[in-house]
């Protein structure tokens, strides 16, 4: 099969031919339809995600069809050619955070993508039937996107939502794939304003569209005081930051009024000095990690009413160095995924 293979930290990926895996016991074969390019994945190009075993084939936002079981894996609601959407946060299924609902709290390096090989190919092995949820209509290369892209702001938003009551508002720094699902979230399930912060025009009026109530330039000498205006009397209740750089934290940790939540999503590697007296009384500080398998089902359940906005670009598996290049400098405006066998997006 066509793989796209990262060989050691820094380099670009290669396209290489390589054995098509054969599922082992439990385990299921899917033909991938689509994975999503994610930014997380930069960090692991680069070496900032340390850990990964060279060379390797990343990929955890995967969707496809069934195309065969290992041993003991059929027979449990599943037939080949079935389309099927992967749960990636896989871990090892014995320990207090798998059992407890929360499987990809276990080890990072279980999840699909990142310890196995992952998507960036034409077929992958998935461990476990349990990792699979059913399409049911859903296009196999947007429900690939769905699975972090949109997964990873709906647990960070449901983690908002104790403190989104009415009369309160919401911030959200960074308006890129992942927040545009942000703003969807907060406004599909919360009855927070919601007030998005982005320094590139586009990314704001794209909120705008989403159902962003208002919209504030960071690079503005008085955003602070934007935000403080906009949230009015009853100051901010909960902020989500999918940046996580040292100004972003800055700008957002001064924003949570009392009793309030800041969320830490983005993986930048700022930070910001909590302590008693730079940071709202009794407010919380908190970081959200992908999110559940029933999350997940709860989002898919979303996308097939119809209530979901989907900004995707298809491209080849032969595009992935140019895909990620305009990743890197936040050129794709919304999700990139990646397609094997799908024609150049040049012509």
């Known amino acids: 099969m066509k793989a796209a293979r990262l060989n050691k930290v820094g380099s670009d990926f290669v396209i290489e031919d390589i054995p098509t895996p054969e599922p082992g016991p439990g385990e299921v074969l899917i033909r991938?339809?689509?994975s999503g390019a994610c930014h997380s994945d930069l960090h692991v190009k680069s070496g900032e995600i340390p850990g990964v075993a060279f060379p390797h084939t990343l990929g955890h936002e995967n969707a496809g069809w069934i195309?065969?079981?290992?041993?003991?894996?059929?027979?449990?609601?599943?037939?080949?050619?079935?389309?099927?959407?992967?749960?990636?946060?896989?871990?090892?299924?014995?320990?207090?955070?798998?059992?407890?609902?929360?499987?990809?709290?276990?080890n990072t390096f279980l999840w699909g993508g990142m310890g196995p090989e992952g998507g960036y190919a034409e077929y992958m092995v998935v461990p476990s039937v349990r990792h699979l949820l059913p399409a049911d209509g859903l296009d196999p290369v947007?429900?690939?996107?769905?699975?972090?892209?949109?997964?990873?702001?709906?647990?960070?938003?449901k983690k908002a939502l104790p403190h989104l009551v009415p009369g309160t508002s919401a911030v959200l720094i960074?308006?890129?794939?992942?927040?545009?699902?942000?703003?969807?979230?907060?406004?599909?399930?919360?009855?927070?304003?919601?007030?998005?912060?982005?320094?590139d025009e586009k990314k704001r009026q794209t909120a705008r569209e989403l159902g962003a109530d208002v919209t504030v330039d960071p690079r503005d000498a008085d955003a602070a005081e934007q935000i403080r205006t906009a949230a009015g009397r009853d100051g901010v209740a909960?902020?989500?930051?999918?940046v996580g750089i040292d100004t972003t934290m800055a700008l957002g940790a001064g924003a949570?009024?009392?009793?309030?939540?800041?969320?830490?999503?983005?993986?930048?590697?700022?930070?910001?000095?909590?302590?008693?007296?730079?940071?709202?009384?009794?407010?919380?500080?908190?970081?959200?990690?992908?999110?559940?398998?029933?999350?997940?089902?709860?989002?898919?359940?979303?996308?097939?009413?119809?209530?979901?906005?989907?900004?995707?670009?298809?491209?080849?598996?032969?595009?992935i160095n140019e895909v990620f290049e305009r990743l890197a400098t936040g050129q794709i405006p919304g999700r990139a995924v990646l397609v094997p066998g799908a024609p150049s997006s040049k012509g």
């Open 32 to 34: 991938i339809g689509g």
């Open 67 to 106: 195309e065969s079981f290992g041993p003991g894996a059929e027979g449990n609601g599943f037939e080949v050619g079935d389309a099927v959407v992967v749960f990636g946060g896989w871990g090892c299924g014995h320990c207090r955070f798998c059992l407890g609902g929360k499987e990809q709290l276990c």
């Open 142 to 157: 947007e429900a690939a996107a769905l699975t972090d892209a949109a997964l990873t702001p709906y647990s960070a938003v």
């Open 174 to 199: 960074g308006a890129g794939g992942l927040g545009q699902y942000g703003v969807q979230f907060l406004k599909l399930l919360s009855p927070a304003k919601v007030i998005v912060v982005d320094t």
């Open 238 to 242: 909960a902020v989500l930051d999918f």
């Open 256 to 319: 949570v009024d009392r009793l309030g939540i800041f969320v830490l999503v983005g993986l930048a590697g700022g930070s910001f000095p909590f302590s008693f007296f730079r940071f709202a009384a009794e407010a919380a500080m908190m970081t959200s990690n992908w999110g559940t398998r029933n999350e997940l089902e709860e989002v898919l359940a979303l996308a097939r009413s119809g209530r979901l906005v989907s900004a995707i670009e298809r491209h080849p598996l032969s595009e």
